[in-house]
């Protein structure tokens, strides 16, 4: 949709929607200086998505850097 294309862009909706692996979407912030990265990290609690908040947790961040964990939990019900 354009909200989304907005949020992400197409072509970064498109990498995250067709990669077979982790990917890292970023954009440059040319307006902030030293303020860090900002991570956000699909967690639904299965090896992989550990070994990513594990990847992360491991890796020098420059100051002023930030993870956010987005918990995902498959319920079955459409929201």
Do not use: M, T, Y
């Amino acid at each position: 949709s354009a909200i989304h294309r907005l949020v992400l862009g197409s072509v970064s909706q498109s990498v995250l929607r067709n990669s077979d692996c982790s990917v890292r979407i970023g954009r440059l912030n040319e307006n902030a200086e030293n303020s860090g990265e900002r991570i956000l990290i699909g967690f639904d609690a299965s090896p992989g998505a550990e070994k990513a908040v594990e990847a992360v947790a491991e890796r020098k961040w420059s100051a002023g850097s930030e993870v956010k964990l987005l918990f995902a939990e498959e319920s079955g019900l459409a929201e």
